[in-house]
């Protein structure tokens, strides 16, 4: 019985988004866990999984073949997932393209998000190190991007955190 109650709460952390300092309200941090989920779903489905992890890696492991996001069949569904949040406001902010009048959206600057990386951070130095570059650049650079992809191995994949920030990092990606 001990084990169990271990077990369940390891299980339960590990199916938690991490809110340093309070930033986001509970019905926000539903919404966040929601977006994971999706995307979580998504990868699995195209890469046939049954593996987060495993599927993260193959996604970014085609994508650095590729040099390119792969283009995936769920991109729609979390592209409309993520335009509906309530707290989308709270992560990006969303331009129009004055030549194709195609909608798009990046990381919004001085954001709710940012101040959630930079809280996040201190307990992860990967996370530092994307907050200090978001923060420097106000995007997200090439050098981040490149660096996800290669050391995806290195990041724990099993942290909802640490996917959370992955997807909004790939999210912001499509939609650029």
């Not at 193959?58 to 993520?82: C, R, T």
């Not at 989308?88 to 990046?106: G, V």
Request: glycine share 2%; proline share 2%; hydrophobic share 35%.
């Amino acid at each position: 019985m001990t084990i169990l109650f271990l077990t369940s709460c390891v299980n339960s952390k590990e199916s938690e988004i991490e809110n340093p300092n309070g930033i986001w309200t509970e019905p926000e941090l539903v919404e966040l866990n929601s977006l994971v989920s999706e995307f979580d779903q998504i990868l699995i489905s195209e890469y046939k999984s049954e593996s987060i992890t495993k599927a993260y890696v193959e996604f970014s492991n085609s994508a650095l073949n590729d040099m390119a996001i792969p283009d995936l069949i769920g991109y729609d569904k979390i592209n409309s997932v993520a335009k509906n949040l309530k707290i989308f406001d709270k992560i990006w902010k969303k331009h129009t393209d004055s030549i194709t009048n195609k909608n798009h959206f990046s990381l919004k600057y001085n954001s709710n998000y940012q101040k959630y990386l930079k809280g996040v951070g201190e307990n992860s130095e990967m996370i530092k190190d994307y907050a200090d570059k978001f923060e420097y650049t106000g995007d997200i650079a090439p050098s981040v991007v490149a660096f996800l992809l290669q050391n995806i191995e290195k990041i724990d994949l099993n942290n909802k955190t640490t996917r959370l920030i992955l997807t909004i990092h790939y999210i912001t990606l499509i939609n650029r």
